[in-house]
Structure formats: structure tokens, C-alpha cells
């Protein structure tokens, strides 16, 4: 069993950043891919940024050129950088992981494991 917890959420203005963090107490998230995920009111949780245990990375079109994501398997976390933050990227954050090798899996079914998620609110 894979626990998650996702940290680093909160409010922020336009225009501002945060970077969210996903870690795993007692396991090593090194040859999992990971997926970050999130939900707004009302929404379907949504696909946001990806990596695979090899370091490649790949986005939603929605936050390209804004978001980066990235893991330090020394601290075994896993980051998400957002920049440049709009109104309609609010939403609850998960982190996910998927025991797989190769590209990441963009598809939220094929994810194992959950957080429980961070808020994130953009307004001002």
C-alpha cells in the first residue's frame, strides 16, 4: 500500500505561484509514475501534469508553459511548480501513482494510489 499526501495548497492572487508537494511516508515513490490531478466545484477531476519514473513529463494543455512538475527521489517527492495562476485553475489537487515503467499514463483509471488531496483557491 502507497500512501500519498499532498502539501503546499492555499490562496494565492492572480498572477501568483505555488508549488505543491506529493510524498510517501514509508514507501519509495522511485519507480512510480506520478500524476497530478484536480477537481473544481461542480467538475470531473481533470488530468493536470504527469512524470514517469524516467523524468519525462507531460501536460495538460491547459497549463503548458505555466506548470512544471518534477520528482527528487532523494526526498522522495514529487513537485508541482504553477506559475502564473489564473481564477479557473481553483480546484482541489491530487497526486497519484501508478507502479509503471515507460511513458506516464495520463488516464486517472490507470493510477493505483491517492492522496486525499490540497486546495488550491486563485482569487483576489
Known amino acids: 500500500q502507497v500512501q500519498l499526501v499532498e502539501s503546499g495548497g492555499g490562496l494565492v492572487q492572480p498572477g501568483g505561484s505555488l508549488r505543491l508537494s506529493c510524498a510517501s511516508p514509508g514507501s519509495t515513490l522511485e519507480r512510480y509514475a506520478i500524476g497530478w490531478f484536480r477537481q473544481a466545484p461542480g467538475k470531473e477531476r481533470e488530468g493536470v501534469s504527469y512524470?514517469?519514473?524516467?523524468?519525462?513529463?507531460d501536460y495538460a494543455d491547459s497549463v503548458k508553459g505555466r506548470f512544471t512538475i518534477s520528482r527528487d527521489n532523494a526526498r522522495n517527492t514529487v513537485y508541482l511548480q504553477m506559475n502564473s495562476l489564473k481564477p479557473e485553475d481553483t480546484a482541489v489537487y491530487y497526486c497519484a501513482a501508478d507502479f509503471s515503467q515507460g511513458p506516464p499514463p495520463t488516464q486517472e483509471y490507470l493510477y493505483d494510489y491517492w492522496g486525499k488531496g490540497t486546495q488550491v483557491t486563485v482569487s483576489s
Open positions: 512524470i514517469a519514473s524516467d523524468g519525462s513529463t
